[in-house]
C-alpha cells in the first residue's frame, strides 16, 4: 500500500524559513494537499494541488511536488505557524495522509 | 459558507456499535461532486481517513476499516451518519467529518469518542 514518510518535526526560528517535506513513491504523479492543525483545533487547509492556496492563506505558504517528494515551505515564519502539518493524497480512489511533522517555532 | 458539525456519544462500550451524525451547510450533497468524509485522530496521533459519501451515494472505505464501516446520507436533512461497529478502546479517537472537494475543507470541529467499559 502507498505510504506518505514525514519528519516528525522541524525546528525553525522566527524570520527564518520552515520546508516541511512528504515523501512518496512517484508522489509527483499525485496532487497533493496540505493540512496545519494547531493544537485542540480541527485541520484547515493550506495549500491544494501541490502548490494552490485557499483564500485567506497568507503568499509566504507555498508548495512545490516533484518525483518522490513534496514539500510545503512556511517563509517568514511565525510564532502563529506552529503547529502539525499534515499531507494527503488520493490513491486508488481512497484518501491517505501522511504521518504528521510538528513545526515548532524557537 | 461551508460549516459542518458532528454529534454522537462521547462513551461507548467495546463491542458496541458508534454512531456519529455530520450535520452540515453551505453545500448540497444533491449536487453533482459534492462528498463528505469521515476523518478520525486518536490522542496524539496523525489523522486517519475512514471514507467518504459522494453526491450519487458512491461510497468508499478505508480498505483496513471496510468490513467495520457504513457511511448513509439524508440529503433531505443535510446529514451523514457514520456507524463503526465493534468498537474497541483502540477506536478512541477525535472523529471529524470534512467537505470534500478535491480535498478537505473545510473540517467540522471533531467531536472526542472515547472507548471504555
Known amino acids: 500500500s502507498y505510504v506518505l514518510t514525514q519528519p516528525p518535526s522541524v525546528s525553525v526560528a522566527p524570520g527564518q524559513t520552515a520546508r516541511i517535506t512528504c515523501g512518496g513513491n512517484?508522489?509527483?504523479?499525485?496532487?497533493v494537499h496540505w493540512y496545519q492543525q494547531k493544537p485542540g483545533q480541527a485541520p484547515v487547509l493550506v495549500v491544494h494541488?501541490?502548490?494552490d492556496r485557499p483564500s485567506g492563506i497568507p503568499e509566504r505558504v507555498s508548495g512545490s511536488n516533484s518525483w518522490n517528494t513534496a514539500t510545503l515551505t512556511i517563509s517568514r515564519v511565525e510564532a502563529g505557524d506552529e503547529a502539525d502539518y499534515y499531507c494527503?493524497?488520493?490513491?486508488?480512489?481512497?484518501?491517505?495522509f501522511g504521518t504528521g511533522t510538528r513545526v515548532t517555532v524557537l | 459558507q461551508i460549516t459542518l458539525k458532528e454529534s454522537g456519544p462521547t462513551l461507548v462500550k467495546p463491542t458496541q456499535t458508534l454512531t456519529l451524525t455530520c450535520v452540515f451547510s453551505?453545500?448540497?450533497?444533491?449536487?453533482?461532486?459534492?462528498?463528505v468524509a469521515w476523518i478520525r485522530q486518536p490522542p496524539g496521533k496523525a489523522l486517519e481517513w475512514l471514507g467518504l459519501?459522494?453526491?450519487?451515494?458512491?461510497?468508499i472505505y478505508s480498505p483496513s476499516l471496510k468490513s467495520r464501516l457504513t457511511i448513509t446520507k439524508d440529503t433531505s436533512k443535510n446529514q451523514v451518519v457514520l456507524s463503526m461497529t465493534n468498537m474497541d478502546p483502540v477506536d478512541t479517537a477525535t472523529y471529524y467529518c470534512?467537505?470534500?472537494?478535491?480535498?478537505?475543507?473545510?473540517w467540522g470541529q471533531g467531536t472526542l469518542v472515547t472507548v471504555s467499559s
Open positions: 470534512a467537505h470534500v472537494g478535491g480535498w478537505f475543507d473545510p
Open positions: 453551505g453545500f448540497s450533497l444533491s449536487t453533482a461532486g459534492a462528498g
Open positions: 459519501i459522494y453526491w450519487d451515494d458512491d461510497k
Open positions: 512517484k508522489i509527483g504523479s499525485k496532487s
Open positions: 494541488d501541490d502548490s
Open positions: 494527503q493524497v488520493w490513491d486508488n480512489g481512497g484518501a491517505l
